[in-house]
Structures are given as structure tokens and as C-alpha cells.
């Protein structure tokens, strides 16, 4: 092993001969950043040399730790084991920039030294702040780049295009940074900002993602506002900009915050004022702002106080003298305010009234009883108690409208007022009623009641006598009278007030049931009925009023000499008010609206549309100021309830007049019978007196009699509902069945069937009997029917009952013929062949000129075929593929056309917003919108696409 070593040192000493010390690092520099760490290593190469020192460039030699070095600076001494040459290592930490400098290494004489360089790293300042920075759209934007390192440091950038040179848009300023002029959506991207030193080799890259922001614009401002007291007005802002904007809404300098006042919506784009007062009268100003910067515009908002009149007053006059009302405001604008009274329902024009002694005029405010400015009076002179009543002031303006009600009451002695007073009054023992007297005057008259001249005393509710009193206070009164035979006498009743003493006086007299009717017969017989006829008294109409108004009739039957009596009542039990057809009662307002309610359609005739009593009779003289409408009921009664009697005269009784009891019959009778029967009249009274017994035999058992059809329109095209009335006869026996033949018939007015008629069975259940229905089904539209109809019993059918009935829609279907079908089949006046071949015929000449018509527009069709494959057209699909061509090369230049074109509308759209100018582009979209989507879509990496010469698409990022 010795041996060995011995070699080794020989070999060292014979190949370092030339240079005793040796450095590590051996190249001439050693490069070190300030605050890093450096060690170097000098090995003295003679086995038998001294151990090597270090001298610092200030000449101080370096010591160990502890033995003159430092932490920062110090050797270390070292002999290597295999070669037992000698060595010391020098290590620095923490090193500065002073410590830069050669630093020698010695050793028996010989040295040897190394350059260290302690250099200034390049760092980055503020890293974080300037990795995402942004730049104004047509405005000088810098991009910084904070660096600290040495003085020669060089700094270059690269950015969305490729690397920047200094100069034309672009300027790298002393301070590391990035100046572009003009800035354009083209700018925005990522960018990379290196910093290195020369000849050192190290470099620090800073990639900023810069974008392009646009200065908010208010596209949409907001607009002055009138709105009213009390109510919420709202005013709204839009703006563009990247990015976007923030909405403030300011009252002057102050920022709009409570929110019990101001609701604010839609991202701050919507202010709404709420619950408006006088104070909230102002200018609102809507700002917008973004880091690029901001915008203001303004609005202002008007509050209109609604009018508020003045106090409404009541004043008293006596006839004859005069009053002055005044119609004024007592808060309220009074720009555009606007005065008026108002009568009732009538505007009153400025100036002399119709009547004269009523003017209206404006005030000027000049004299002793003169009105404020321009406020309206209405001076009436002469009072009478006409005037009296409501005079209304009726105020407007911007912010709506108001009225106060002014009244004058006029003083006058009492006046009876006819048309709620009772005059003459028809009544009977035990019948209750009220006789009432309404007094107009003023002071309100008190009412006392008479009878014959003697006085009723009593308050309300107080018996005086055989009545009892209600006094209302107002000028009413009435006397609720339970009738006894001493009733029968004349009553009065006095109205008085200060100013007078009137008396109305009423008649009171006796009401007589009915007399007996005249000439009461049996005018036909069936099995199970009898039809009666008869007069009514003599004692009826307007010469008889003690006898009041017929209500209806009472038939009492037995069978002959039978101690035991029926009765059959017949009686309009309709309200007055009410229409009546057959057993059923309808409102009046259902008269004459275009919609059957009567089963016969009663309820639809006699129905004038010019006139305003439907379903009624209109009397043609006025009665007062009334022109009453009177039930149908009324007409021809014999009693006259119009004025002039025209209820009565033979016209309206020809016009109008239907029997109100149509069917006098007597119906559940046994066959083959003897019956006496009587009628007696009915009023209000009640039953009168009976006429003579008359008696009549039924006959004996027998078919029904027919059933009674109603004529109704139909309903729906191709189904008829049949409504039938069930036999007032059935012929003793109970109806089994109703048999219905029907048929198609040539006309309306068709007597009998036509061809194959149907006979179809119809079910004697019914939930409306005596009405009773069947609905036919399946029948051809536009087509006449005839119809029968025949009830069915063990004792055979009735005769039957008809009915023609047309079914709505197209023309009529003729019925089916009876003529055998046969070579000499025609249609209308053609034969069949000829009418085959008109339609062949045109059937051809259609398909030519759709043919035609498919040729001239869309270039196809068996004509297009004919010309491409035998005349050399050129075809269809050649002509596209040529068009096709040509398009291709258009696109190509036209795409690089338009993103300069997009560009130039934004800026000329910006600087026109800039300026004030706001237009409404006819696209949905403006320019600024269009290039704020372009910028939207760049930041997600969306761009447009361009288009090669053969048509393709490519680029798409999407």
C-alpha cells in the first residue's frame, strides 16, 4: 500500500512541476450573487510545501473560524488523504457587493489568484401586484415591471404578436416598463418581461396577463320624470363598458342609501323613489365607474302636488235671495290647474248659464266679497227650491284631480212628493198595507197623520188607533194599517215647517172579490179531458177598480152529483217583473236576448231591438219624468197602466197580447164519464163567485191524442234534439211508448215522407216530464227533414204530430230518387262519360301548369328535364357549383375586411358617445356592443372565423 502511494506522489510531482499552487474553480472569474455563498480550494502541489494561506483584496489574510475568520468569511486547513498533498478552503456566505475582488492564494513563495464578482441578482419587486395589470382602450397604457439588479441590467419584452422593439407604438422606459400609444383590443394578452445581465448569463421573465379595459360610457341616461304625490316614480341608467361598470346613484354629492326610501334594482341600472314628497323635487344623478374610469349623467324628477280644495260649505237661503259659492285650492300646484262646478252630472261652462240667474265667472280679487285670484265663483240670484242641492268644485292639475261638494239649502214651505206618496189605495179586511207621504221642504217638514179630518196621534212605532205610525225624520212617513170594516174612510196627512202648512189627502176605499164569469161551456171532450170556455165578468178594467186585477182562474169539478169537489187553479204566478210562457217563469232581461228559454220560443217574438224595453211594453207618453216599462203580463188586462191607455188600445192588443192561460182544460179524467164543473174568477181579494154548474160526458177509451212538438233550431250540424209536450189525452190507458219517423224531403214545407223514411223508438222516461226528448244522430247537413211523431198505448197510436226542420251548413242534399240507375245516367243536363271526361281534362291541365310553374321558379320539374338532357341547358346543380366558386373567392377578402370595419364603427360609435351623441342604431346591436362581445369572446378564447378559397372553415378555437 505504501509502495503505492509513493508512485502516485511521483506522478504529481513530475506533472505539476510547473505550477506549485492550484485553484478550484479554475476558471479566472468566479461568479457569485450578493448574498449568496462561494468556496474555493488552493492545493499546494509539493508534497513538502507549507500548508496555503488566503489574502482577502484588502490584503488581510483570512483565518480559520475562530482563529481571525469570520461566519461570513473563513478557511479551513485540509491534506488529502491518498496523496498527502496540502489544501486550504476558503468559503464566503452572506457575501456583498464589497467583498467583489481577487483574492490571492500563497505558499512557499508562489501564488496564485481568483477573481470573484459578486454581482446583483435581477428580482423582481412586486411580483403578485404585477402579474394581471390592465390598459385604457385608446388611451397611452404602461405595463410595469418592477426590477432590482445591476445597473447594465437589460430588460426585453415579448407580447400577444411577438417580441417588442422600442420605438413607433411601443416604448420601454429606464424603469423596466412597457408604454403603448394608442392602445387597441389587439393589445390585450399575455406578455413577458425579461431581465437579464450581460455577460452573466442569468435571466428572471415576469409574464403579465394585461387586458384592455373601456372607459363606461352612459348609453342610455336617465330621463326627466313627472310623477305625483304619494305615488313612486323610477328612474333607469345603461352603460357600456369593460369591464363592467358599477351603478351609484348620488342626490347631489350624497350617495343614495336608505333603503325605507330608495329601492335600487336590476344591478344598479333601476332607482325607484318611493312614497314621493314635495322635498324629493331634485336632480338625481346616475354614475357609473370601472378601473378604466367613469361617467355621469343626470335626471331630473318633478312631484306634482295634487289640488286639494277648499273646504266644502253648506249654506241656507230663503227663496228669492242670492249665494255665492267659490271653487278654489288651498295647497297643490297651480301650474296648469284647471277649475270647473259641475251640477250633478253636468259641466256648468264659464260665463251666464242657460238660466240666467246662474253666473260663472273667474275672481280677480278685488272687492269686499270678492275670491282669492283666479279662483272660480257661481252666484245664483233669485233662489227657488230648484236650486237646491249639490254644487260641486271639481279641481285639476298635473297631479290629478280632486272635488268638494258645496250645498245649498233653500228654505221653503213643504211640498208633497207624488211619486213616492200613496194617493188612492184599494184594500180589504185583514189585509195589510201602508200608506206613505214624503214631503219635500226645508227646514225637513214634520209629518202628522188624519183620518177624516182627526188627527192620529203618535211617534214611531206608536198605535194610533186601528194603524201604527213610522216617522223617518226626512219628510217620510208611513201608516201601517191592519184593514177592519171601520178602515173605509178618507185619510191626510199634513207636512209642516216654519215657512208653511200643507195637507195631501189619500183615498182609502174597498176592494170586492170578483163577480161571477158568463157563458161557461165544455167546447170539446176526450176521453180523459175537457176543454172550457167562458167570459170574463163584465165588471173589469178601468171602470171597475174596486175589483183590482184578474190573477188567475179556478175550475171546481165533480162527477155528476158526487158531493165530493176537485179543484184546478190557474193562475200567473210570475212577479210582475217576470215574463211568462206556458207553466214557466223567466226574468224579463232574458226577453228578447237571441236565446230560446220558452220550449215555443215565446219568449223571442215581438222583439223590437230599437227600443230600450226589452221584453217588455213601453209606454209612449211619459208619465212625469217617468216613461214606464211595463210586463207583458200588464198588456191588454183591461186595465190601463199607461197614462193614455195605449196598454190597452187594439194594437197593442193585437201586437202583443198572449194568452196568459192557454190551456183551459180539465185533464185525469175518467172515460166515459158525466162531470159538472164551475169557474170562478180570482183577485187579490181572492176566489169570486162561482158561475152555474155545466156539466159534459167524456168519451170512451181510445187512442192518445198527439203530442205537441216544439219548433227549435238546430244545435249542431248533423243532430237534432226533438222536444215534445206529452198528449193532454191518453186515451185513457197510460202512454207506453212514442214512436219517431223521419226522412230527407225536398222542401220545407213537405206534407209527407220522402224515400226510405226511419222509424226509431223514443223512450217514455223523461227527468223533465211532461217534456220530453230525443235526440236523432247522423243526419246530413244542409238537408230538409220531415218528421212525425205518434204516442203509443194498449188502445193503438195517436194521430201524429209534424214537424219539417232544415239541418244547417252547406246546400241542400237532394233525397234519394226513385228512378232506377242505368246507361242513361246523367248529372244535371251531362251524361256521365261527358261529365268524367271534363274532370280528366282538368285534372291535366292543372298538372301542366304546376309543371310550368315548377320550371319558372325552382328550376325543376318533367318541362326542366325535357331542356337539360335534350336541349343542352346547363342544369340546376352546375349553376350552384359555379355560384359556389365565386362566392369562396368573394370570402376571402371580404373576412379581412371586416374585422377593419368593426374596428372603425366602435371608435366613430365611442367618440360620438364621448361627445354627447346618442343615436338608436337600427341593429338590436351597436358597434360598442358588437366589439365588447369581441372582447368577451377573446377573453374565453373564442375568435372569428376565416374562410380559404375552396369555402372551408378554420381557426375556430370554440
Given at each position: 500500500?505504501?509502495?503505492?502511494?509513493?508512485?502516485?506522489?511521483?506522478?504529481?510531482?513530475?506533472?505539476?512541476?510547473?505550477?506549485?499552487?492550484?485553484?478550484?474553480?479554475?476558471?479566472?472569474?468566479?461568479?457569485?450573487?450578493?448574498?449568496?455563498?462561494?468556496?474555493?480550494?488552493?492545493?499546494?502541489?509539493?508534497?513538502?510545501?507549507?500548508?496555503?494561506?488566503?489574502?482577502?483584496?484588502?490584503?488581510?489574510?483570512?483565518?480559520?473560524?475562530?482563529?481571525?475568520?469570520?461566519?461570513?468569511?473563513?478557511?479551513?486547513?485540509?491534506?488529502?488523504?491518498?496523496?498527502?498533498?496540502?489544501?486550504?478552503?476558503?468559503?464566503?456566505?452572506?457575501?456583498?457587493?464589497?467583498?467583489?475582488?481577487?483574492?490571492?492564494?500563497?505558499?512557499?513563495?508562489?501564488?496564485?489568484?481568483?477573481?470573484?464578482?459578486?454581482?446583483?441578482?435581477?428580482?423582481?419587486?412586486?411580483?403578485?401586484?404585477?402579474?394581471?395589470?390592465?390598459?385604457?382602450?385608446?388611451?397611452?397604457?404602461?405595463?410595469?415591471?418592477?426590477?432590482?439588479?445591476?445597473?447594465?441590467?437589460?430588460?426585453?419584452?415579448?407580447?400577444?404578436?411577438?417580441?417588442?422593439?422600442?420605438?413607433?407604438?411601443?416604448?420601454?422606459?429606464?424603469?423596466?416598463?412597457?408604454?403603448?400609444?394608442?392602445?387597441?383590443?389587439?393589445?390585450?394578452?399575455?406578455?413577458?418581461?425579461?431581465?437579464?445581465?450581460?455577460?452573466?448569463?442569468?435571466?428572471?421573465?415576469?409574464?403579465?396577463?394585461?387586458?384592455?379595459?373601456?372607459?363606461?360610457?352612459?348609453?342610455?341616461?336617465?330621463?326627466?320624470?313627472?310623477?305625483?304625490?304619494?305615488?313612486?316614480?323610477?328612474?333607469?341608467?345603461?352603460?357600456?363598458?369593460?369591464?363592467?361598470?358599477?351603478?351609484?346613484?348620488?342626490?347631489?354629492?350624497?350617495?343614495?342609501?336608505?333603503?325605507?326610501?330608495?329601492?335600487?334594482?336590476?344591478?344598479?341600472?333601476?332607482?325607484?323613489?318611493?312614497?314621493?314628497?314635495?322635498?324629493?323635487?331634485?336632480?338625481?344623478?346616475?354614475?357609473?365607474?370601472?378601473?378604466?374610469?367613469?361617467?355621469?349623467?343626470?335626471?331630473?324628477?318633478?312631484?306634482?302636488?295634487?289640488?286639494?280644495?277648499?273646504?266644502?260649505?253648506?249654506?241656507?237661503?230663503?227663496?228669492?235671495?242670492?249665494?255665492?259659492?267659490?271653487?278654489?285650492?288651498?295647497?297643490?300646484?297651480?301650474?296648469?290647474?284647471?277649475?270647473?262646478?259641475?251640477?250633478?252630472?253636468?259641466?256648468?261652462?264659464?260665463?251666464?248659464?242657460?238660466?240666467?240667474?246662474?253666473?260663472?265667472?273667474?275672481?280677480?280679487?278685488?272687492?269686499?266679497?270678492?275670491?282669492?285670484?283666479?279662483?272660480?265663483?257661481?252666484?245664483?240670484?233669485?233662489?227657488?227650491?230648484?236650486?237646491?242641492?249639490?254644487?260641486?268644485?271639481?279641481?285639476?292639475?298635473?297631479?290629478?284631480?280632486?272635488?268638494?261638494?258645496?250645498?245649498?239649502?233653500?228654505?221653503?214651505?213643504?211640498?208633497?212628493?207624488?211619486?213616492?206618496?200613496?194617493?188612492?189605495?184599494?184594500?180589504?179586511?185583514?189585509?195589510?198595507?201602508?200608506?206613505?207621504?214624503?214631503?219635500?221642504?226645508?227646514?225637513?217638514?214634520?209629518?202628522?197623520?188624519?183620518?177624516?179630518?182627526?188627527?192620529?196621534?203618535?211617534?214611531?212605532?206608536?198605535?194610533?188607533?186601528?194603524?201604527?205610525?213610522?216617522?223617518?225624520?226626512?219628510?217620510?212617513?208611513?201608516?201601517?194599517?191592519?184593514?177592519?170594516?171601520?178602515?173605509?174612510?178618507?185619510?191626510?196627512?199634513?207636512?209642516?215647517?216654519?215657512?208653511?202648512?200643507?195637507?195631501?189627502?189619500?183615498?182609502?176605499?174597498?176592494?170586492?172579490?170578483?163577480?161571477?164569469?158568463?157563458?161557461?161551456?165544455?167546447?170539446?171532450?176526450?176521453?180523459?179531458?175537457?176543454?172550457?170556455?167562458?167570459?170574463?165578468?163584465?165588471?173589469?178594467?178601468?171602470?171597475?177598480?174596486?175589483?183590482?186585477?184578474?190573477?188567475?182562474?179556478?175550475?171546481?169539478?165533480?162527477?155528476?152529483?158526487?158531493?165530493?169537489?176537485?179543484?184546478?187553479?190557474?193562475?200567473?204566478?210570475?212577479?210582475?217583473?217576470?215574463?211568462?210562457?206556458?207553466?214557466?217563469?223567466?226574468?224579463?232581461?232574458?226577453?228578447?236576448?237571441?236565446?230560446?228559454?220558452?220550449?215555443?220560443?215565446?219568449?223571442?217574438?215581438?222583439?223590437?231591438?230599437?227600443?230600450?224595453?226589452?221584453?217588455?211594453?213601453?209606454?209612449?207618453?211619459?208619465?212625469?219624468?217617468?216613461?214606464?216599462?211595463?210586463?207583458?203580463?200588464?198588456?191588454?188586462?183591461?186595465?190601463?197602466?199607461?197614462?193614455?191607455?195605449?196598454?190597452?188600445?187594439?194594437?197593442?192588443?193585437?201586437?202583443?197580447?198572449?194568452?196568459?192561460?192557454?190551456?183551459?182544460?180539465?185533464?185525469?179524467?175518467?172515460?166515459?164519464?158525466?162531470?159538472?164543473?164551475?169557474?170562478?174568477?180570482?183577485?187579490?181579494?181572492?176566489?169570486?163567485?162561482?158561475?152555474?154548474?155545466?156539466?159534459?160526458?167524456?168519451?170512451?177509451?181510445?187512442?192518445?191524442?198527439?203530442?205537441?212538438?216544439?219548433?227549435?233550431?238546430?244545435?249542431?250540424?248533423?243532430?237534432?234534439?226533438?222536444?215534445?209536450?206529452?198528449?193532454?189525452?191518453?186515451?185513457?190507458?197510460?202512454?207506453?211508448?212514442?214512436?219517431?219517423?223521419?226522412?230527407?224531403?225536398e222542401t220545407a214545407d213537405a206534407k209527407e215522407h220522402g224515400r226510405d223514411p226511419l222509424t226509431v223508438p223514443a223512450s217514455k222516461e223523461s227527468e223533465t216530464?211532461?217534456?220530453?226528448?230525443?235526440?236523432?244522430?247522423?243526419?246530413?247537413?244542409?238537408?230538409?227533414?220531415?218528421?212525425?211523431?205518434?204516442?203509443?198505448?194498449?188502445?193503438?197510436?195517436?194521430?201524429?204530430?209534424?214537424?219539417?226542420?232544415?239541418?244547417?251548413?252547406?246546400?241542400?242534399?237532394?233525397?234519394?230518387?226513385?228512378?232506377?240507375?242505368?246507361?242513361?245516367?246523367?248529372?244535371?243536363?251531362?251524361?256521365?262519360?261527358?261529365?268524367?271526361?271534363?274532370?280528366?281534362?282538368?285534372?291535366?291541365?292543372?298538372?301542366?301548369?304546376?309543371?310550368?310553374?315548377?320550371?319558372?321558379?325552382?328550376?325543376?320539374?318533367?318541362?326542366?328535364?325535357?331542356?337539360?338532357?335534350?336541349?343542352?341547358?346547363?342544369?340546376?346543380?352546375?349553376?350552384?357549383?359555379?355560384?359556389?366558386?365565386?362566392?369562396?373567392?368573394?370570402?376571402?377578402?371580404?373576412?379581412?375586411?371586416?374585422?377593419?370595419?368593426?374596428?372603425?364603427?366602435?371608435?366613430?360609435?365611442?367618440?360620438?358617445?364621448?361627445?354627447?351623441?346618442?343615436?338608436?342604431?337600427?341593429?338590436?346591436?351597436?358597434?360598442?356592443?358588437?366589439?365588447?362581445?369581441?372582447?368577451?369572446?377573446?377573453?374565453?378564447?373564442?375568435?372569428?372565423?376565416?374562410?380559404?378559397?375552396?369555402?372551408?372553415?378554420?381557426?375556430?378555437?370554440?
Amino acid at each position: 500500500m505504501l509502495s503505492w502511494k509513493l508512485v502516485l506522489l511521483a506522478l504529481y510531482a513530475v506533472g505539476f512541476s510547473d505550477a506549485a499552487l492550484k485553484i478550484e474553480p479554475i476558471y479566472p472569474t468566479f461568479n457569485v450573487p450578493e448574498y449568496g455563498s462561494a468556496t474555493t480550494t488552493c492545493t499546494n502541489m509539493d508534497l513538502f510545501g507549507t500548508q496555503p494561506e488566503w489574502v482577502d483584496p484588502y490584503g488581510q489574510v483570512v483565518g480559520p473560524a475562530g482563529g481571525g475568520g469570520s461566519n461570513d468569511k473563513q478557511v479551513s486547513f485540509h491534506t488529502n488523504p491518498d496523496t498527502g498533498l496540502k489544501y486550504t478552503r476558503m468559503h464566503l456566505s452572506n457575501i456583498l457587493k464589497a467583498a467583489s475582488g481577487g483574492y490571492v492564494c500563497r505558499a512557499d513563495g508562489e501564488t496564485q489568484s481568483i477573481n470573484i464578482n459578486v454581482y446583483i441578482p435581477v428580482t423582481l419587486v412586486n411580483e403578485d401586484a404585477e402579474k394581471s395589470q390592465w390598459m385604457t382602450y385608446h388611451e397611452s397604457g404602461s405595463l410595469l415591471c418592477t426590477m432590482r439588479g445591476e445597473a447594465n441590467t437589460v430588460v426585453s419584452w415579448d407580447g400577444p404578436n411577438g417580441p417588442i422593439t422600442d420605438g413607433g407604438r411601443y416604448l420601454i422606459t429606464d424603469m423596466y416598463g412597457l408604454t403603448i400609444d394608442n392602445v387597441t383590443l389587439n393589445d390585450e394578452g399575455s406578455y413577458n418581461c425579461r431581465g437579464s445581465i450581460p455577460d452573466i448569463g442569468v435571466a428572471t421573465v415576469l409574464t403579465i396577463q394585461a387586458d384592455v379595459y373601456m372607459v363606461p360610457k352612459i348609453r342610455y341616461p336617465p330621463i326627466n320624470k313627472n310623477a305625483t304625490e304619494g305615488t313612486s316614480a323610477f328612474f333607469t341608467c345603461e352603460a357600456i363598458g369593460e369591464p363592467q361598470p358599477d351603478y351609484t346613484w348620488y342626490d347631489g354629492s350624497e350617495a343614495l342609501e336608505d333603503p325605507a326610501k330608495y329601492l335600487i334594482e336590476e344591478d344598479g341600472k333601476r332607482l325607484t323613489i318611493l312614497n314621493l314628497e314635495k322635498d324629493d323635487q331634485k336632480r338625481y344623478t346616475c354614475q357609473v365607474s370601472n378601473p378604466a374610469g367613469y361617467d355621469r349623467r343626470d335626471g331630473v324628477l318633478t312631484v306634482d302636488i295634487p289640488p286639494t280644495p277648499t273646504r266644502a260649505v253648506t249654506q241656507e237661503k230663503d227663496e228669492r235671495e242670492s249665494v255665492t259659492f267659490f271653487c278654489d285650492i288651498m295647497r297643490g300646484d297651480r301650474e296648469n290647474l284647471a277649475l270647473q262646478f259641475k251640477r250633478y252630472e253636468k259641466w256648468l261652462p264659464m260665463g251666464v248659464q242657460v238660466d240666467s240667474r246662474i253666473v260663472i265667472q273667474q275672481e280677480t280679487g278685488t272687492g269686499p266679497d270678492a275670491g282669492q285670484p283666479g279662483s272660480l265663483s257661481l252666484t245664483i240670484t233669485d233662489i227657488h227650491r230648484g236650486d237646491e242641492g249639490d254644487y260641486t268644485c271639481f279641481a285639476r292639475n298635473n297631479g290629478g284631480y280632486a272635488m268638494s261638494h258645496h250645498f245649498l239649502h233653500v228654505r221653503y214651505a213643504p211640498v208633497i212628493n207624488l211619486d213616492y206618496s200613496t194617493k188612492k189605495v184599494y184594500s180589504w179586511i185583514g189585509h195589510q198595507l201602508n200608506l206613505t207621504c214624503h214631503w219635500y221642504g226645508y227646514p225637513v217638514p214634520i209629518v202628522y197623520w188624519f183620518v177624516n179630518s182627526q188627527p192620529l196621534v203618535g211617534t214611531i212605532g206608536d198605535v194610533a188607533g186601528n194603524a201604527t205610525i213610522y216617522d223617518f225624520n226626512n219628510g217620510s212617513s208611513s201608516l201601517f194599517i191592519d184593514t177592519k170594516d171601520s178602515d173605509f174612510r178618507p185619510y191626510q196627512c199634513d207636512g209642516r215647517n216654519k215657512f208653511g202648512r200643507v195637507r195631501h189627502h189619500i183615498q182609502f176605499e174597498r176592494a170586492y172579490p170578483m163577480k161571477r164569469p158568463t157563458n161557461v161551456r165544455a167546447i170539446s171532450a176526450s176521453s180523459t179531458a175537457i176543454q172550457i170556455s167562458f167570459d170574463n165578468p163584465v165588471e173589469v178594467g178601468a171602470d171597475f177598480p174596486e175589483y183590482l186585477r184578474i190573477l188567475g182562474y179556478v175550475i171546481g169539478y165533480s162527477e155528476y152529483q158526487q158531493p165530493t169537489e176537485m179543484y184546478e187553479i190557474i193562475q200567473n204566478m210570475c212577479e210582475p217583473t217576470a215574463f211568462q210562457c206556458g207553466l214557466l217563469c223567466i226574468e224579463k232581461e232574458r226577453r228578447c236576448d237571441n236565446f230560446m228559454d220558452c220550449l215555443d220560443n215565446s219568449d223571442e217574438e215581438n222583439c223590437n231591438p230599437q227600443e230600450d224595453c226589452p221584453g217588455g211594453f213601453k209606454c209612449p207618453v211619459r208619465d212625469g219624468n217617468l216613461n214606464p216599462c211595463l210586463p207583458l203580463a200588464y198588456v191588454c188586462d183591461q186595465q190601463a197602466d199607461c197614462v193614455d191607455g195605449a196598454d190597452e188600445s187594439e194594437e197593442s192588443c193585437s201586437a202583443y197580447y198572449r194568452p196568459i192561460f192557454y190551456d183551459m182544460r180539465l185533464k185525469g179524467l175518467a172515460p166515459d164519464r158525466i162531470y159538472q164543473f164551475r169557474v170562478a174568477v180570482m183577485n187579490e181579494v181572492g176566489w169570486g163567485e162561482w158561475s152555474f154548474n155545466t156539466t159534459e160526458r167524456t168519451l170512451d177509451y181510445g187512442p192518445p191524442s198527439e203530442p205537441m212538438i216544439f219548433n227549435r233550431e238546430p244545435e249542431r250540424n248533423t243532430m237534432y234534439e226533438v222536444v215534445w209536450l206529452e198528449p193532454y189525452d191518453n186515451g185513457g190507458s197510460p202512454i207506453l211508448s212514442y214512436e219517431l219517423t223521419y226522412s230527407r224531403v225536398e222542401t220545407a214545407d213537405a206534407k209527407e215522407h220522402g224515400r226510405d223514411p226511419l222509424t226509431v223508438p223514443a223512450s217514455k222516461e223523461s227527468e223533465t216530464a211532461p217534456v220530453f226528448r230525443h235526440t236523432l244522430t247522423n243526419l246530413e247537413r244542409g238537408t230538409f227533414y220531415f218528421l212525425e211523431l205518434r204516442a203509443v198505448s194498449t188502445w193503438g197510436k195517436s194521430s201524429p204530430g209534424t214537424l219539417n226542420f232544415r239541418m244547417p251548413g252547406g246546400a241542400p242534399i237532394p233525397p234519394p230518387s226513385n228512378e232506377p240507375l242505368g246507361p242513361g245516367l246523367r248529372i244535371g243536363d251531362l251524361p256521365l262519360a261527358a261529365f268524367i271526361g271534363i274532370v280528366v281534362g282538368s285534372f291535366l291541365v292543372i298538372l301542366i301548369l304546376l309543371d310550368c310553374l315548377c320550371y319558372c321558379t325552382n328550376s325543376c320539374g318533367l318541362t326542366m328535364c325535357i331542356c337539360v338532357h335534350l336541349c343542352g341547358k346547363q342544369s340546376p346543380e352546375a349553376k350552384e357549383e359555379m355560384e359556389a366558386v365565386e362566392y369562396s373567392a368573394a370570402m376571402s377578402t371580404a373576412g379581412n375586411r371586416m374585422a377593419m370595419q368593426r374596428l372603425k364603427d366602435f371608435e366613430t360609435e365611442s367618440h360620438a358617445v364621448s361627445d354627447g351623441q346618442l343615436q338608436q342604431e337600427l341593429d338590436s346591436r351597436t358597434p360598442s356592443e358588437i366589439h365588447l362581445q369581441e372582447l368577451q369572446m377573446r377573453k374565453l378564447g373564442h375568435y372569428d372565423y376565416d374562410y380559404d378559397y375552396d369555402g372551408s372553415a378554420y381557426g375556430s378555437r370554440c
